[in-house]
């Protein structure tokens, strides 16, 4: 168990840029030590590491794809022994790819599973049994569940699985004090969201919640900052649509 006087460690998965990048800079900023895993973004999960260690933090790079569980083990087993034992896991790797149902190939739905929903699992398992006394389990659904939009369909399917496992994962830790929950944005202005879209198309998104503006990273990044932080502890086995009121 981790004590008062040593920094929380926190295991981010797909940090290397985008909303995972934003997260990885906040739990920093908040004290903690954070472990920036990334698949092939090697320059950019250093460069994030580089910026943490500039203003004073501790942060450490490390390459695994999530959706092979051997290299999630070793993931974990790095994260120990340079980090230490694991108090916060998010899991925000995950990948967007819109095909009609009719239209979804074989390789499209496997890639979609792959790293949504077998990533996580991965993670998931180990933690279940690897994570510090006291924990906390954020991972990273989405707001197209409640909308339910065309061309979503394999992606959808694979986010409520995730929100699946953060319901049984949530029971089946009782006695820890280990909390899971999930956060699921709505849209939000990354550099992958903003990609290949017009400025209508941009525009209108950012009409649709009640707020009228596309999210930031950094509120996502906020969210998961209070689900890790101390005011965040009696919330448990919860899906927090972080959306500005779009569902």
């Known amino acids: 168990m981790t004590t008062p006087t040593s920094p929380r460690t926190a295991l981010v998965t797909g940090a290397s840029r985008g909303i995972g990048a934003a997260i990885a ?3 920093a900023r908040d004290g903690m030590a954070v472990a920036i895993n990334y698949a092939s973004s090697a320059d950019r999960a250093e460069a994030l590491a580089e910026e943490i260690r500039q203003a004073g933090g501790r942060a450490l790079p490390l390459r695994a794809d999530v959706a092979r569980p ?17 108090d916060v896991l998010v899991n925000s790797a995950g990948m967007l790819k819109l095909a009609p149902l009719a239209d979804t190939s074989d390789a499209l739905y496997d890639q979609a599973f792959d790293l949504n929903t077998r990533g996580t699992f991965n993670t998931l ?4 049994t690897r ?11 989405s707001t197209t569940l409640a909308l339910n939009l065309p061309g979503y369909g394999a992606y959808i399917a694979s986010k409520a699985a995730v929100e699946g496992f953060t319901r049984v994962l949530a029971n089946e830790l009782r006695g820890r004090r280990i909390t ?15 990609k290949d879209k017009s400025a209508e198309l941009i525009e209108r998104y950012a009409k649709m919640p009640p707020l009228e503006r596309l999210g930031q990273p950094e509120d996502i990044a906020g969210v998961v900052s209070f689900l890790a932080g101390p005011d965040g502890g009696w919330i448990n086995g919860q899906i927090l649509r972080a959306n500005g009121g779009l569902a």
């Open 25 to 27: 800079r906040r739990l």
């Open 70 to 86: 051997d290299e999630v083990r070793n993931l974990f087993d790095e994260v120990e022994r340079q980090l230490g034992r694991i």
């Open 125 to 128: 398992r180990l933690a279940a």
């Open 131 to 141: 994570l510090a006394e006291g924990g906390r389990i954020i991972n990273v659904s």
């Open 180 to 194: 899971v929950n999930a956060v699921a944005p709505g849209p939000v202005a990354t550099e992958l969201f903003l």
